[in-house]
């Protein structure tokens, strides 16, 4: 359509969208690396089995699954930064939860919203560059906008693993790290489409 960006990866660059979809992005998804990491350890040393951590998990990614078809479908009938924003508020309200998990049914809980929220935010933070951006240069914008995402899946897990190391608990570094993950939801929210 006539009013459908369609940039160079220099004037992406040059957008406030750019960065802030970027960071969004990279702000959001620490949390899962973190969780591919501690998850499993973290609720074994709480007294649950193996079977039941690695249950956990699971239901964690069928929720994200299913909930997957649930962003996409908003995002195609409400603008993209706008139907991000509940997923991510869902997706940290799970990190923080699982903090503080002692039971299985906290367990569930956890997995329900971090699954939910996870797997609604995963098909738009992908589809909102190609909306804002067009296509001349997607796949090399896209590349570019996801450094600092891999950057933080690799730091993130890191600073998990050295506080729990140095104060024998996981809670303080995922509060530490869903603070900074409530940014995100913001970041995107405030990405505005180029003109």
Sequence with gaps: TANQPDLTVRQALRTQAFWFISLGHALSSMLIGTLTVHLIPMLTDKGFSLQTAAFVWSMTTAVGA?????????????????????????????????A??????????????YG??????????????????????FATITGLSMMPLF???VTAPLFAAYMFDTRGSYTLAFLILAGLSSLSGFLFLFAKKPV
């Design 66 to 98: 299913v909930s997957q078809l649930v962003g996409g479908y908003v995002g195609d009938r409400i603008p993209k930064n706008v139907a991000i924003f509940p997923f991510t508020v869902l997706q940290t309200a799970g990190f923080v939860t699982v």
């Design 100 to 113: 503080f998990v002692h039971t299985l049914p906290l367990a569930f809980v956890f997995a329900l919203l």
């Design 116 to 137: 939910a929220g996870f797997g609604g935010r995963v098909p738009l933070t992908t589809a909102i560059r190609g909306d804002y951006f067009g296509q001349r240069a």
């Design 151 to 153: 950057a933080s899946m």
